[in-house]
Nanobody, 129 residues
Framework: QLRLVESGGGLVQPGGSLRLSCKAS????????VAWFRQAPGKEREGVSC????????NYADHAEGRFTISRDNTENTVYLQMNNLTPEDTATYYC??????????????????????WGQGTRVTVSA
């Protein structure tokens, strides 16, 4: 059974940091692109970041650029999202998702949720003083 399990969410003060983990089981992530999405209450799901199958290409939404870093450790079958300088606007449930053969011909990952077919259950991030 293909599964993704997120962890690392929690309550953090504005300006703080969290590192989210997305661990795969039942399959190996090294042949998949992986993305992080988030959804805040009452808002639509939005892309946060993605990393290509090779790990050489990453992409960030404007709200994450310069603050968040996505990385992958294929030996751990895990993708990470390091989030720094968090603000209350980052409060949301964060989901990781994996997709096979969805990178662009130039090898770039895409943050299009309908291209990802394996999803985790989400981890809640709350940024509040």
């Amino acid at each position: 059974q293909l599964r993704l399990v997120e962890s690392g969410g929690g309550l953090v003060q504005p300006g703080g940091s969290l590192r989210l983990s997305c661990k795969a089981s039942g399959f190996t992530l090294d042949s998949y692109s992986v993305a992080w999405f988030r959804q805040a209450p009452g808002k639509e799901r939005e892309g946060v970041s993605c990393i290509s199958t090779t790990g050489r290409m990453t992409n960030y939404a404007d709200h994450a650029e310069g603050r968040f870093t996505i990385s992958r450790d294929n030996t751990e079958n895990t993708v990470y999202l390091q989030m720094n300088n968090l603000t209350p606007e980052d409060t949301a449930t964060y989901y990781c998702a994996a997709g096979s053969r969805i990178d662009t011909p130039l090898g770039m990952c895409v943050m299009l949720y309908w291209k990802y077919n394996t999803w985790g259950q989400g981890t809640r991030v709350t940024v509040s003083a």
